[in-house]
C-alpha cells in the first residue's frame, strides 16, 4: 500500500508540473512528446499515432525484461498520470513566469516525481522504462541514461524545435537528472548506514 502511495505522490509532482509549468510555457524535455515531434515531422504521421505506438512498445518492452509485478504498477502510474494530468489542465490554470525560473521549477518537481515513481521499480512508461532495465542489469544509474537519451533526442531534433527550445530542453534535463542523481545517491547512502549498522549490531553480540 505504501508503494502505491508513493507512486500517487511522485505522479502529482510530475503531472502538476507538466499541466501548470511546462506546457503553457512550451518547454519540451527530450522525451516521449518531444520523440513523437521529431518522428512526426520527419514522416509526416499523427503524432498521437507516434505517442501511443512507442508508449506501447515501451510497456511490452518492460512486461518481456522487467516482469509482470512491473507491468502492473506501470499501468497503474500510467492511469494515475493520465487522470492527474488531465484533472490539473482541465482546471485551465496555468503559471506563465520567466522560461529560466519555469524550467528551474519544473525540472525539480519532475525530477523528485520521477525519482519517486523509480524508487518503487515503476513508471509512467516512458524512458525510465530503459533506465529501469539497464539499472537492474548493468547496474547503469536511471539519471545519467535518462540524461543520455533526452539530450540525444533534443540534438537530433535541433532544426525542428529550435536552438533556444533546444538549449532549455538541455538546461531542463541537466537539472532534473541531476535531483534524480542525488536522491539515488542520499537513498543508497541511507540503505548502505543502516546495513552497516545492522552487522555493527551482529557482530557485537
Known sequence: ???????????????????????????????????????????????????????????????ITLGKHFFIKSIFSSLCYILFFNTFHLTGFTITINPFLCIIIASILIGIGHYLCLSQNTTTVGYDVIAIYLHKKKKYNPAITLRIIGTLILFLGITIFGIETFLYGIIFITIETQVIYLLSEY?????????????????SK
Open 1 to 63: 500500500m505504501k508503494s502505491y502511495i508513493i507512486i500517487i505522490i511522485g505522479n502529482i509532482l510530475l503531472t502538476s508540473a507538466y499541466a501548470f509549468l511546462t506546457v503553457p510555457n512550451d518547454i519540451i524535455d527530450g522525451g516521449i512528446t518531444s520523440t513523437s515531434l521529431l518522428l512526426s515531422n520527419i514522416f509526416k504521421l499523427d503524432i498521437a499515432y507516434i505517442t501511443t505506438t512507442i508508449t506501447i512498445l515501451l510497456l511490452i518492452f518492460g512486461l
Open 187 to 203: 537513498n543508497f547512502l541511507k540503505i548502505k548506514r543502516k546495513r552497516s549498522h545492522i552487522w555493527k549490531n551482529i557482530l
